[in-house]
C-alpha cells in the first residue's frame, strides 16, 4: 500500500492520538494534515514529511476512533468517502487548505486501483463477459474458481468458487434490478443441491454456500430464504459496484486480506460497501 500512494503524495490525512503504554492522549482533538511526501530509510520504514493543518473542533481522538473503527496499526489507511461522511455527521468543515487539496484528489478514490479491465464490470458488456470478469474477481480474491456458465454444456451455474473450508456455488446476472423469480429459484437450490454432493466426494469441505451476482436487486427481493431452506445452505447477494470493491480491499490489503474472513459476509442480503469495511478494515 505505502509503494502505491507513495507516487500519490501530497495527501490527506488525519492525526488521531492514541495511547502509548501508561499514556492516553485520546481526549485530545484530532488534527488535519497534509502528507506531502513518503519515503524510505534504510530499513525499509516509511517516513512521513506531514504538514500540520488545523485542529478540530468539537470532538475528541476517541470518539473518531470509534468512528472509523479504530485500528491497531500506526499508520493505516481509510476510504476518502467514508472520511467525509464521517466529517458531515460530526459538523466538521475542513479547512480551506485540505478542501482544495480534497478536490484535486479524485485520483485517489478507491476505483483508480481497479483496471478498466475489472471496472467494465459495472458497464454494459455481454453476458459472457460478465460472467469470466466475476471469475477473474473472484480469482484475484484467492478462490480456486471452477468456472461453469458459458463454458460448459449443461444446466449448470456460473461457477463454483473453493476455499480451504468452504464453498460458494456463483450465479451472475447481467442485469439490475434483478428479481428472484420462481424458475431462478428452483435453478439456484437444484444448483446448490448437486454441488453438495460433487464437493462432498471431491474434498472435504463442510460447509457450502450460494451466491447471485448483479448489478443491482430488486427491493422486494424476498426468495432467498426459500433457497436456505431447501439447501440447509445461507446465501449472499452481490452488486457489481461492491465486488469490484471486494477486490479493491485485496489490492489494498494484500496478505491481510483472509478468505477465512469473507464468511462473516454470508449474510442471506444485499452486501454493501459498508458491510465490506466492517470485516475488512485499515485501507484507503
Not at 459472457?128 to 470478469?133: F, K
Not at 446465501?235 to 483472509?258: M, Q, V
Request: aromatic share 10%.
Amino acid at each position: 500500500m505505502i509503494k502505491h500512494l507513495k507516487s500519490k503524495t501530497p495527501l490527506l490525512g488525519i492525526g488521531l492520538y492514541i495511547k502509548q503504554k501508561l499514556l492516553n492522549f485520546t481526549s485530545q482533538a484530532p488534527c488535519f494534515l497534509i502528507i506531502k511526501g513518503i519515503t524510505e530509510d534504510e530499513r525499509g520504514v516509511p517516513q512521513f514529511d506531514i504538514h500540520f493543518v488545523k485542529k478540530m473542533e468539537g470532538v475528541t481522538s476517541s470518539q473518531f476512533l470509534s468512528r472509523i473503527g479504530g485500528s491497531p496499526e500506526l499508520f493505516f489507511a481509510f476510504p476518502q468517502d467514508k472520511i467525509l461522511d464521517i466529517l458531515q455527521k460530526l459538523g466538521i468543515t475542513p479547512p480551506s487548505e485540505w478542501g482544495a487539496l480534497l478536490e484535486e484528489e479524485t485520483e485517489l478514490s478507491w476505483q483508480s486501483w481497479i483496471g478498466k479491465r475489472f471496472l467494465s464490470l459495472s458497464e454494459n458488456i455481454s453476458n459472457d463477459y460478465y460472467e469470466d470478469r466475476v471469475a477473474e474477481i473472484f480469482g484475484a480474491l484467492d478462490f480456486e474458481v471452477e468456472q461453469m456458465g458459458h463454458k460448459r454444456q449443461g444446466e449448470l451455474p456460473d461457477g463454483i468458487l473453493y476455499s480451504k473450508d468452504f464453498a460458494i456455488v456463483y450465479d451472475c446476472k447481467n442485469r439490475p434490478s434483478y428479481y428472484l423469480d420462481t424458475k431462478d429459484r428452483r435453478a439456484m437450490t437444484s444448483y446448490v443441491e448437486d454441488a453438495k454432493r460433487r464437493i462432498g466426494e471431491r474434498q472435504r469441505i463442510g460447509r457450502v454456500y450460494f451466491a447471485l451476482i448483479a448489478h443491482s436487486f430488486d427491493e422486494q427481493l424476498d426468495n432467498l430464504g426459500e433457497i436456505e431452506r431447501a439447501t440447509s445452505s445461507k446465501g449472499i447477494l452481490l452488486t457489481s459496484h461492491t465486488l469490484l470493491y471486494l477486490l479493491f480491499k485485496k489490492l489494498s490489503l494484500g496478505s491481510s486480506f483472509l478468505l477465512a474472513d469473507f464468511e462473516k459476509l454470508i449474510s442471506s442480503h444485499v452486501i454493501t460497501i459498508d458491510h465490506v469495511d466492517r470485516v475488512y478494515r485499515g485501507t484507503t
